[in-house]
Nanobody, 116 residues
Framework: QERLVESGGGLVQPGGSLKLTCVVP????????MAWYRQAPGKQRDLVAG???????KYEDSVKGRFTISRDNAKNTVYLQMNSLKPEDTARYYC??????????WGQGTQVTVSS
């Protein structure tokens, strides 16, 4: 079965930084747009950032200017650099293809907690 494996989460103080890493199965073409999502307790899973093979990048408004999504196709890896973290960024973060639904296969995710 394809496995998306996310890592890099942790506990960080407000204003701190983290870099999340997602290893993408080789069965997912590098032409497929990838994205990071997050889900806070009691809330739905929301799109954070998406990256397309054309180079187009999309960010959710609250993370613009603070988060950067990137992709290394040679390593089948997608990254999310998160700077100036805020308590409201606390959530479990997942990567998946852009447009993934609740019925899509999801990895375990990685927990990000922003707290002093």
């Amino acid at each position: 079965q394809e496995r998306l494996v996310e890592s890099g989460g942790g506990l960080v103080q407000p204003g701190g930084s983290l870099k999340l890493t997602c290893v993408v199965p080789g069965t997912i073409s590098t032409l497929v747009a990838m994205a990071w999502y997050r889900q806070a307790p009691g809330k739905q899973r929301d799109l954070v950032a998406g990256i397309f093979s054309s180079g187009y990048i999309k960010y959710e408004d609250s993370v613009k200017g603070r988060f950067t999504i990137s992709r290394d196709n040679a390593k089948n890896t997608v990254y999310l650099q998160m700077n100036s973290l805020k308590p409201e960024d606390t959530a479990r973060y997942y990567c998946n293809i852009y447009g993934a639904t609740i019925d899509s296969y999801w990895g375990q995710g990685t927990q990000v907690t922003v707290s002093s």
